[in-house]
């Protein structure tokens, strides 16, 4: 299997995964030309993708998907919610590429399971994706990692964890006061600390590939970022580069390939 965020933050999100020749995208919220660049840079073809998941209707998340459903002829999944909030912004999609999602999807040998998380959107979620016997994770925009989003992910050897922001660049920043409401909230987005506690939380033994994503551009800085959570995790005797591989991932280019 072969994965690779092609871009995480704020200003825009899509990740690649592969097994064997069924290959899919979770989410494509940069232009579609953008996305096919970094895509050759994994020497991967945009052309093969057999989904795009969306976790949720934010531009972010959305702002390409349209287009590379036009060009390739890809079929876009999304639960119900997600697609009656997305379906005005994304341009006219062929009614056999509307693929609306109540349950796990199989593409291949791949089977895509979302679940819930906590974000101010229609109905927002993550993935869960098996293959073999084994999992990734990909969880981020969510104001709270609750107790079923645990037991959801502990077993995923590769975990995207969303990594947001720094708590005091976010409260002395210069975003309005009602938007540092909302991103503090358990609808909006967690935290260098709270991602670490979640990483504590899921920590069974097992070596795991975790990434830092989702980063904020304003109220956040890889290097704080990547230092905060492994001071805590070290401060509870988790060895990184051991016990976890601690990834952060990149704005405006791909981050580190995983295959396994």
Known sequence: MKFCPLYSGSSGNSIFFGEGEDKILIDAGLPGKRIDIAMSEIEEDTSNIKGIFITHEHSDHIKGVGVLSRKYDIP???????????YGKIGKIKDENIKTITKPVEIGNILVEPFKTSHDAADSCGYIIHSGNRKTGIVTDLGILTEDIHNKIKDCEIILLECNHDVEMLKFGPYPYVLKKRILSDFGHISNEACAEGILKIFNGDKKHIYLGHLSKTNNHPDL??????????SQGIKIGQDINLIMTNRDKISKVINL
């Open 225 to 234: 970022a990547y230092k905060t959570v492994e001071v805590i995790l070290e």
């Open 76 to 86: 876009i999944y999304a639960n119900e919610l997600t697609w009656k909030a997305m």
